[in-house]
């Protein structure tokens, strides 16, 4: 990802370096939404848990970890001030603290971060997150 120009914060670095990180052998196309908290039905933000419960009723799917940095490379061309988040199944890091992946370009460049997911982590309603297609 670094020779391609994007950056990689420290807490995302350390994810993928855990056990719990685990990438296919083979490539398979799996089909993705992005749909914010509010669209997920929590028009005042929501905790992990109620996100991930809900996501789970709409027929949505948690994303291998490894979307997260695959969806880095593909989204070159994000535009400033977009960020999302990795509907995954959160990796703690090496601090003990359960976080998902982030894709974000900000005045720093583009880069593969990452954020709390902990069961009561609040996320507001314009948060969006990444999610497998119900049937994919």
């Known amino acids: 990802m670094e020779s391609k120009g994007f950056k990689i914060g420290d807490c995302a670095r350390d994810m993928m370096g855990q056990k719990a990180f685990t990438t296919l052998i083979e ?16 028009k005042k933000g929501a905790i992990t848990r109620n996100v991930w419960k809900r996501a789970k009723d709409l ?19 994000q535009v400033d001030g977009d960020y999302y988040w990795i509907g995954m199944e959160p ?37 969006r997150l990444v999610f497998v297609a119900p049937g994919a």
């Open 91 to 127: 990796i703690t890091d090496s601090g003990v603290y359960p976080r998902a992946f982030q894709v974000g370009h900000d005045d720093h460049g583009r880069w593969l971060g990452s954020d709390g997911a902990r069961p009561d982590d609040h996320w507001d309603p314009g948060d």
């Open 27 to 42: 490539p398979v196309e799996i089909r993705l939404v992005r749909p914010t908290v509010a669209e997920l039905g929590f």
């Open 59 to 77: 027929g949505l799917k948690r994303c291998p970890a490894e979307v997260g940095p695959h969806l880095r490379l593909a989204d070159a061309d």
